[in-house]
């Protein structure tokens, strides 16, 4: 079997070294993939948004399995595009509309209301109905959440204490401080709990529940400073019990799916949850139309089922009978990134001792090959991946790679899970 991946980063590697374990992968290209991906597979250096070169390349290599890593193709519906234009192909990821769910804050907030899924209550606001955010803002105590309508490159989300620099800011956002993808405005109220992820893989009806996970967003140690693309990971979460796994299925992942076949809404890929514990109960603070980076790097080492049994399932039809296998203990990511990130960092910045460490898995994002060596080639740089009984055992195997792999600039968190210990 033919498999081409779109992406670049830490989840399309671990994605491509996921699938070329199993039997049944012939050949594998990821476009445009990274320095990493080039030892598992062929990279292709095409532009994934033009969706008339990805089918020149699907066609010249005869592709069966197009696999889409991140957000923007979806949003854009390079789902649409192949079932007109080469139905034979298993993409990977849900239509266009499918994907408003990630695609359209307000779009996904009113989802989640009209079929009474848990979520944080808000307000809509565009240039017109401006004065309405400020009183909102004004008659409710902070923190005070503003999240862009569109996509904003995971930079669209602000949580801001003091009312009077939320209303500039929401005045900002409407002016276009994150361009088109905040002409819209959703102002949420702030829910004080702990994060989670959750995922499915499904069919629209059918799924199958992937390792939960929780990554840690903020650049500094304690979750301070800025939020970034995410700083690492853990799976699974040990707060996370059968209690609370079981409210996400009944009030949260079945819902969502009702709500998708109610509306007709073609979707056939994976589904990420953002979800908050407060108090017991879940809520949804976000959906993703994909995999989420740095979490992917965790998930998919834990699953041990074939990735392809169930990419064939989910054509099938027949998810529901499949179990899901996973590694036991706990799997652990850091990452590596940029000095200046999530600022403005300097790429080309050659990277040494990238050598092979039996108890870690090393996952490339921001990487490129550059006359023999591998340097820095984005913010996030490299996802270490290890393994252990506890979260310590896994995060202090993780800190032995970092110590030795450097480049200039090199920056990460070591107390990656530290909230859960």
Known sequence: MNILILGS????????????????????????GNAGTSQIGTNLEIDIMDFEQVLKVVEKFDIEILLVGPEAPLVAGITDFFKAEKPSVQVIGPSKKGALLEGSKAFAKEFMKEYDIPTAQYLEVTEHNLQEGFERINNSKGPYVLKADGLAAGKGVLIIDQAEEAKRELKAMIEGKFGSASQTVVIEEFLDGIEFSVFILTDGQYYALLPIAKDYKRIGEKDTGPNTGGMGAVSPVPFVDRELLDKVRQKIILPTLSGLQDRQIDYEGFIFFGLINVGGEPYVIEY????????TEVVLPRLENDLLDLFEALREQDLYEIPIDKKAGFATTMVLVSGGYPGSYE???????LT???ESLIFHSGTKENHGKVVTNGGRVLALTSFGESI?????QSKKLAQQINFEGKNYRKDIGFDLI
């Open 392 to 396: 310590e055992d896994a995060i202090e």
């Open 356 to 358: 092979d460490f039996k």
């Open 9 to 32: 980063g830490g989840r399309e590697h671990a994605f491509a070294w996921k699938l070329s374990q199993s039997p049944n992968c012939d050949n594998l290209y990821i476009a445009p």
């Open 288 to 295: 993703n139309c994909r995999m989420g980076d740095p979490e």
């Open 347 to 353: 790429k080309g910045k050659e990277i040494s001792n």
